[in-house]
Protein backbone atom coordinates (compact mmCIF):
# COMPACT_ATOMS: atom_id res chain seq x y z
CA UNK A 1 0.00 0.00 0.00
CA UNK A 2 1.37 3.25 -1.00
CA UNK A 3 1.74 6.18 0.61
CA UNK A 4 -0.16 8.91 0.32
CA UNK A 5 0.62 12.76 1.52
CA UNK A 6 -1.44 15.79 1.33
CA UNK A 7 0.98 18.89 0.39
CA UNK A 8 -0.48 22.24 -0.12
CA UNK A 9 -3.61 21.70 -1.59
CA UNK A 10 -2.51 18.37 -3.02
CA UNK A 11 -2.71 14.28 -2.65
CA UNK A 12 0.74 13.14 -3.97
CA UNK A 13 2.45 9.65 -3.47
CA UNK A 14 4.72 10.33 -0.32
CA UNK A 15 8.04 9.88 -2.29
CA UNK A 16 7.34 13.08 -4.47
CA UNK A 17 5.52 15.00 -1.81
CA UNK A 18 7.51 18.13 -1.37
CA UNK A 19 7.72 21.47 -0.63
CA UNK A 20 9.78 24.59 -2.27
CA UNK A 21 13.51 25.28 -0.40
CA UNK A 22 12.60 28.52 0.59
CA UNK A 23 9.52 27.29 2.28
CA UNK A 24 9.52 29.29 5.62
CA UNK A 25 9.68 25.81 7.69
CA UNK A 26 12.75 24.38 5.61
CA UNK A 27 14.92 27.42 6.22
CA UNK A 28 14.05 28.82 9.31
CA UNK A 29 11.78 26.25 11.34
CA UNK A 30 9.26 28.53 10.71
CA UNK A 31 6.08 26.97 11.56
CA UNK A 32 4.14 24.91 13.85
CA UNK A 33 2.50 21.43 13.79
CA UNK A 34 0.07 18.59 15.33
CA UNK A 35 0.07 15.12 16.13
CA UNK A 36 -3.10 13.08 16.91
CA UNK A 37 -3.06 9.39 17.65
CA UNK A 38 -5.79 7.61 15.39
CA UNK A 39 -7.94 4.87 16.47
CA UNK A 40 -10.41 3.03 14.13
CA UNK A 41 -10.03 5.75 11.86
CA UNK A 42 -10.99 8.62 14.43
CA UNK A 43 -8.91 11.67 15.83
CA UNK A 44 -8.39 11.17 19.48
CA UNK A 45 -8.84 14.24 21.70
CA UNK A 46 -9.16 15.81 18.06
CA UNK A 47 -10.72 19.34 19.59
CA UNK A 48 -7.56 19.56 22.31
CA UNK A 49 -5.47 19.14 19.02
CA UNK A 50 -7.12 21.96 17.02
CA UNK A 51 -7.19 23.97 19.83
CA UNK A 52 -3.77 23.76 20.33
CA UNK A 53 -2.93 24.68 16.79
CA UNK A 54 -5.40 27.40 16.66
CA UNK A 55 -3.02 29.23 19.42
CA UNK A 56 0.09 27.91 18.15
CA UNK A 57 -0.99 29.74 14.96
CA UNK A 58 -2.32 32.72 16.63
CA UNK A 59 1.03 32.84 18.66
CA UNK A 60 3.38 33.48 15.65
CA UNK A 61 0.90 35.67 13.84
CA UNK A 62 0.48 32.86 11.09
CA UNK A 63 -2.62 32.56 9.50
CA UNK A 64 -5.14 29.88 9.72
CA UNK A 65 -4.41 28.12 6.45
CA UNK A 66 -8.34 26.74 6.21
CA UNK A 67 -11.40 26.74 8.74
CA UNK A 68 -11.05 23.98 10.69
CA UNK A 69 -13.76 22.24 9.29
CA UNK A 70 -11.56 22.49 5.88
CA UNK A 71 -8.89 21.10 7.64
CA UNK A 72 -10.87 18.36 8.97
CA UNK A 73 -12.00 17.14 5.69
CA UNK A 74 -8.05 17.59 4.67
CA UNK A 75 -7.19 15.21 7.54
CA UNK A 76 -9.95 12.54 7.18
CA UNK A 77 -9.12 11.73 3.68
CA UNK A 78 -5.33 11.75 3.91
CA UNK A 79 -6.11 8.63 7.11
CA UNK A 80 -8.41 7.47 3.82
CA UNK A 81 -6.54 7.59 0.83
CA UNK A 82 -3.51 5.95 3.11
CA UNK A 83 -5.98 3.23 4.14
CA UNK A 84 -4.92 4.18 7.99
CA UNK A 85 -7.14 3.32 10.96
CA UNK A 86 -4.22 3.06 13.90
CA UNK A 87 -1.97 5.44 13.83
CA UNK A 88 -0.82 8.28 14.07
CA UNK A 89 -1.62 11.54 11.51
CA UNK A 90 0.77 14.74 11.38
CA UNK A 91 0.15 18.23 9.93
CA UNK A 92 2.41 20.89 9.55
CA UNK A 93 1.63 24.67 8.78
CA UNK A 94 4.51 26.95 7.99
CA UNK A 95 4.43 30.87 7.28
CA UNK A 96 4.84 29.74 3.83
CA UNK A 97 7.19 30.81 0.89
CA UNK A 98 8.86 33.53 0.38
CA UNK A 99 12.87 34.95 -0.45
CA UNK A 100 14.79 34.12 2.71
CA UNK A 101 14.83 37.13 5.09
CA UNK A 102 14.05 36.14 9.09
CA UNK A 103 11.47 39.37 8.94
CA UNK A 104 8.14 38.39 8.08
CA UNK A 105 7.53 38.50 4.35
CA UNK A 106 5.26 41.01 3.20
CA UNK A 107 2.84 40.58 1.89
CA UNK A 108 1.89 37.44 3.74
CA UNK A 109 2.58 34.48 1.65
CA UNK A 110 -0.37 31.88 1.76
CA UNK A 111 1.26 29.37 4.84
CA UNK A 112 1.95 25.93 3.69
CA UNK A 113 0.22 23.19 4.96
CA UNK A 114 1.37 19.28 4.71
CA UNK A 115 -0.41 16.65 6.47
CA UNK A 116 1.07 13.00 6.39
CA UNK A 117 -0.43 9.39 8.15
CA UNK A 118 1.11 6.41 8.96
CA UNK A 119 0.28 3.11 10.24
CA UNK A 120 1.15 2.62 14.09
CA UNK A 121 0.23 -0.72 15.74
CA UNK A 122 -1.12 -0.44 19.27
CA UNK A 123 -1.92 -3.74 20.35
CA UNK A 124 2.20 -4.29 20.12
CA UNK A 125 2.65 -0.24 21.70
CA UNK A 126 0.88 -1.88 24.61
CA UNK A 127 3.22 -5.22 24.67
CA UNK A 128 5.99 -2.84 24.99
CA UNK A 129 4.28 -0.36 27.55
CA UNK A 130 3.53 -3.28 29.51
CA UNK A 131 7.14 -3.85 29.83
CA UNK A 132 8.02 -0.23 30.49
CA UNK A 133 10.44 1.90 29.12
CA UNK A 134 13.29 4.06 30.67
CA UNK A 135 14.34 7.55 30.06
CA UNK A 136 17.57 9.46 30.72
CA UNK A 137 17.82 13.23 32.44
CA UNK A 138 18.92 16.32 30.26
CA UNK A 139 19.64 20.06 30.97
CA UNK A 140 17.11 22.28 29.92
CA UNK A 141 18.85 23.70 26.68
CA UNK A 142 15.00 24.90 25.06
CA UNK A 143 14.14 28.36 24.11
CA UNK A 144 11.48 30.38 26.04
CA UNK A 145 8.29 29.41 24.34
CA UNK A 146 7.78 25.63 24.70
CA UNK A 147 4.27 26.41 24.99
CA UNK A 148 4.29 26.87 21.04
CA UNK A 149 4.25 23.21 19.36
CA UNK A 150 6.95 24.45 16.45
CA UNK A 151 8.81 22.65 14.35
CA UNK A 152 11.82 24.19 15.83
CA UNK A 153 12.57 20.78 17.74
CA UNK A 154 17.06 20.67 17.46
CA UNK A 155 17.28 20.27 21.06
CA UNK A 156 14.71 18.00 21.44
CA UNK A 157 16.29 15.97 18.38
CA UNK A 158 19.63 15.68 19.96
CA UNK A 159 18.21 14.94 23.58
CA UNK A 160 16.27 12.26 22.05
CA UNK A 161 19.04 10.49 19.66
CA UNK A 162 20.90 10.94 23.21
CA UNK A 163 18.24 9.06 25.05
CA UNK A 164 18.49 6.29 22.36
CA UNK A 165 22.08 6.09 22.11
CA UNK A 166 21.88 4.96 26.00
CA UNK A 167 19.40 2.63 25.56
CA UNK A 168 16.03 4.71 26.63
CA UNK A 169 12.96 5.76 24.97
CA UNK A 170 12.85 9.70 26.02
CA UNK A 171 14.88 12.56 27.21
CA UNK A 172 13.18 14.64 30.23
CA UNK A 173 14.88 18.38 30.32
CA UNK A 174 15.81 19.71 33.52
CA UNK A 175 15.64 23.53 33.94
CA UNK A 176 17.87 25.84 35.96
CA UNK A 177 15.90 24.85 39.20
CA UNK A 178 17.17 21.25 38.89
CA UNK A 179 13.44 20.28 38.15
CA UNK A 180 12.30 18.14 35.34
CA UNK A 181 9.83 20.73 32.67
CA UNK A 182 9.05 17.36 30.76
CA UNK A 183 10.06 14.57 28.06
CA UNK A 184 11.81 15.64 24.43
CA UNK A 185 8.44 14.76 22.75
CA UNK A 186 6.06 13.60 26.06
CA UNK A 187 4.68 15.08 29.38
CA UNK A 188 6.58 13.57 32.30
CA UNK A 189 4.63 12.70 34.94
CA UNK A 190 5.69 10.30 38.88
CA UNK A 191 2.98 9.07 41.37
CA UNK A 192 5.09 9.87 44.26
CA UNK A 193 6.03 8.41 47.49
CA UNK A 194 2.37 9.75 48.86
CA UNK A 195 0.47 8.42 46.09
CA UNK A 196 0.12 12.54 44.39
CA UNK A 197 0.46 12.08 40.85
CA UNK A 198 3.17 15.09 39.76
CA UNK A 199 3.12 16.70 36.32
CA UNK A 200 4.97 19.98 35.98
CA UNK A 201 2.39 23.49 35.98
CA UNK A 202 1.50 25.51 32.47
CA UNK A 203 3.24 28.31 33.56
CA UNK A 204 6.49 26.36 33.44
CA UNK A 205 8.08 26.31 29.84
CA UNK A 206 6.38 23.22 28.42
CA UNK A 207 4.11 22.37 26.12
CA UNK A 208 0.30 21.76 26.91
CA UNK A 209 -0.01 18.32 26.43
CA UNK A 210 -3.50 17.29 25.15
CA UNK A 211 -2.88 13.75 26.44
CA UNK A 212 -1.66 15.38 29.72
CA UNK A 213 -5.18 17.23 29.76
CA UNK A 214 -7.36 13.90 29.01
CA UNK A 215 -5.55 12.29 31.67
CA UNK A 216 -6.03 14.87 34.46
CA UNK A 217 -10.02 13.74 33.49
CA UNK A 218 -9.23 10.09 34.09
CA UNK A 219 -7.59 10.68 37.15
CA UNK A 220 -10.24 12.93 38.28
CA UNK A 221 -12.36 9.81 37.90
CA UNK A 222 -10.49 7.22 39.66
CA UNK A 223 -10.50 9.36 42.55
CA UNK A 224 -6.68 9.51 42.54
CA UNK A 225 -4.88 12.72 43.98
CA UNK A 226 -2.99 15.40 40.97
CA UNK A 227 -0.53 17.74 41.92
CA UNK A 228 0.72 20.34 39.33
CA UNK A 229 3.71 20.51 41.68
CA UNK A 230 7.10 20.21 40.01
CA UNK A 231 9.57 17.06 40.79
CA UNK A 232 13.78 16.69 40.45
CA UNK A 233 14.98 14.11 38.77
CA UNK A 234 15.70 12.73 42.81
CA UNK A 235 11.93 13.08 43.55
CA UNK A 236 11.41 10.86 40.61
CA UNK A 237 13.74 7.91 41.64
CA UNK A 238 12.14 7.72 44.56
CA UNK A 239 8.74 7.88 43.17
CA UNK A 240 6.85 4.54 43.21
CA UNK A 241 6.16 5.26 39.98
CA UNK A 242 6.81 7.29 36.81
CA UNK A 243 5.37 7.88 33.25
CA UNK A 244 5.14 9.72 30.27
CA UNK A 245 2.02 10.85 28.36
CA UNK A 246 1.62 12.40 24.66
CA UNK A 247 -0.42 11.77 21.38
CA UNK A 248 2.91 8.97 20.15
CA UNK A 249 3.23 7.39 23.65
CA UNK A 250 -0.54 7.51 25.06
CA UNK A 251 0.34 6.75 28.81
CA UNK A 252 4.00 4.93 28.99
CA UNK A 253 5.26 3.38 31.98
CA UNK A 254 8.59 4.38 32.94
CA UNK A 255 10.73 1.95 34.63
CA UNK A 256 14.23 3.53 35.03
CA UNK A 257 15.98 7.11 34.99
CA UNK A 258 19.41 7.21 34.52
CA UNK A 259 19.43 3.68 34.83
CA UNK A 260 17.81 3.86 38.57
CA UNK A 261 14.77 1.79 38.51
CA UNK A 262 11.15 2.92 39.97
CA UNK A 263 9.49 1.08 42.31
CA UNK A 264 10.60 -2.21 41.44
CA UNK A 265 11.27 -1.82 38.41
CA UNK A 266 7.93 -3.05 36.42
CA UNK A 267 5.23 -0.90 35.42
CA UNK A 268 3.57 0.53 38.32
CA UNK A 269 -0.55 0.36 38.60
CA UNK A 270 -1.49 3.57 38.27
CA UNK A 271 0.47 4.01 35.01
CA UNK A 272 -0.98 0.90 33.99
CA UNK A 273 -4.91 1.36 34.57
CA UNK A 274 -4.32 5.13 33.10
CA UNK A 275 -3.02 3.95 30.03
CA UNK A 276 -6.11 1.03 29.67
CA UNK A 277 -8.60 3.72 30.21
CA UNK A 278 -6.65 5.92 27.87
CA UNK A 279 -6.95 3.45 25.20
CA UNK A 280 -10.38 2.06 25.84
CA UNK A 281 -11.45 5.53 25.51
CA UNK A 282 -10.04 6.00 22.11
CA UNK A 283 -11.08 3.06 21.28
CA UNK A 284 -14.58 4.04 22.12
CA UNK A 285 -14.47 7.26 19.86
N1 LIG B 1 4.92 15.40 20.82
N2 LIG B 1 5.90 17.78 25.16
C1 LIG B 1 6.53 17.84 23.96
C2 LIG B 1 7.81 18.57 23.86
C3 LIG B 1 5.95 17.22 22.84
O1 LIG B 1 6.56 17.29 21.65
C4 LIG B 1 4.74 16.50 22.99
C5 LIG B 1 4.08 15.81 21.83
C6 LIG B 1 4.14 16.46 24.25
C7 LIG B 1 2.83 15.76 24.48
O2 LIG B 1 1.78 16.50 23.90
P1 LIG B 1 0.44 15.80 23.39
O3 LIG B 1 -0.09 15.03 24.56
O4 LIG B 1 -0.43 16.95 23.05
O5 LIG B 1 0.79 14.93 22.24
C8 LIG B 1 4.74 17.12 25.30
C9 LIG B 1 4.40 14.84 19.59
C10 LIG B 1 3.63 13.60 19.79
C11 LIG B 1 5.53 14.70 18.59
O6 LIG B 1 6.37 15.59 18.59
O7 LIG B 1 5.53 13.76 17.81
Redesign the pocket.
Known amino acids: MSRIAYVNGRYVPHGQAVVHIEDRGYQLADGVYE ?1 WALFGGRLVDADG ?1 FERLGRSLTELRIRPPMTRRALEIVLAETVRRNRVREGLVYLQVTRGTARRDHAFPNPAPPPSVVVTAKAVDWAAADARAAVGASVVTTPENRWGR ?1 DIKTIGLLP ?1 VLAKQAARERGAIEAWFVDDLGLVT ?6 AWIVDKDGVLRTRDTNAN ?2 R ?4 RAVFELVAREGLTLSEAPFSPEDAKAAREAFI ?4 SLVTPIVAIDGVPIGNGRPGPVATRLRALYVQNARAL
Open positions: VHCNEGASSNILGVTRTGAG
